[in-house]
């Protein structure tokens, strides 16, 4: 079974501050580990995926297999970046098929 | 381009009808997945079509079906409605096993 944990319900920090958003995964093969965001009234977009490890608006994540880790993290929050964050699992390729697995979410605040 | 979009974006129903939710995908895209999302919590997988058919399902109960068209719009369709079906119903479109983009949602509640 696949699984995603976000510890952290609610994060805030002051602007200018680095952020980490925790998420950690149980899978048994190599999955593939995105960050989702959703601003204010606004509909669930990809952030970014680790296979592609790019740095999205400053963000980055990496893949720790070893800790079965993928936490989100920038080294100077902006007001901007509050919203709610997603960590999801997708168990690979099977056929056609990809279901997404997602955590519960970690609201972050930014704090002028 | 508009995106994924849904229909309709609000639905208020009682306990044991039925429902149909639409989804348009991104244009290009050729699967649909659905997600249910209840309050507080991340969103769960429903299951995905692809060329018309249910490739992968999640845990959800056969009152939970769906349908896709040849121009690879979809329907979900939930009967015998409960209370706990409330939850905001989303669809994303991805070309096969890529990215996928989700649409605004379709807010459902069952009172």
């Known amino acids: 079974a696949q699984r995603v944990t976000q510890p952290e319900k609610l994060l805030s920090v002051f602007k200018g501050a680095p952020v980490e958003l925790k998420c950690n995964y149980s899978?048994?093969?190599?999955?593939?580990l995105f960050w989702y965001v959703q601003y204010s009234r606004q509909r669930l977009q990809l952030l970014l995926r680790?296979?592609s490890r790019e740095s999205i608006k400053g963000f980055t994540a990496d893949l720790n297999k070893g800790e079965t880790s993928f936490h989100l993290k920038k080294p100077f929050a902006q007001e901007e970046d509050s919203a709610m964050y997603y960590c999801?699992?997708?168990?690979?390729?099977?056929?056609?098929?990809?279901?997404?697995?997602f955590g519960s979410g970690t609201q972050l605040t930014v704090l002028p | 381009d508009a995106g994924v979009t849904q229909s309709p974006t609000h639905l208020i129903k009682t306990r044991g009808q039925q429902v149909t939710l639409r989804c348009s995908p991104k244009?290009?895209?050729?699967?649909v997945s659905w997600y249910q999302q209840a309050l507080g919590q991340g969103p769960q997988f429903i299951f995905q079509?692809?060329?018309?058919?249910?490739?992968q399902r999640g845990n959800f109960p056969d009152r939970f079906s769906g349908h896709q068209f040849p121009n690879y719009s979809s329907e979900l369709n939930v009967n015998a409605l409960l209370l706990g079906d409330s939850a905001l119903y989303l669809c994303?479109?991805?070309?096969?096993?890529?990215?996928?983009?989700f649409g605004p949602g379709t807010r459902l509640t069952v009172l």
């Open positions: 079509y692809y060329e018309e058919e249910e490739r």
């Open positions: 244009s290009g895209h050729d699967t």
């Open positions: 899978y048994s093969g190599s999955p593939e």
């Open positions: 680790h296979i």
């Open positions: 994303a479109s991805s070309l096969l096993s890529d990215t996928q983009y």
């Open positions: 999801a699992l997708s168990g690979g390729f099977s056929g056609s098929a990809r279901q997404l697995t």
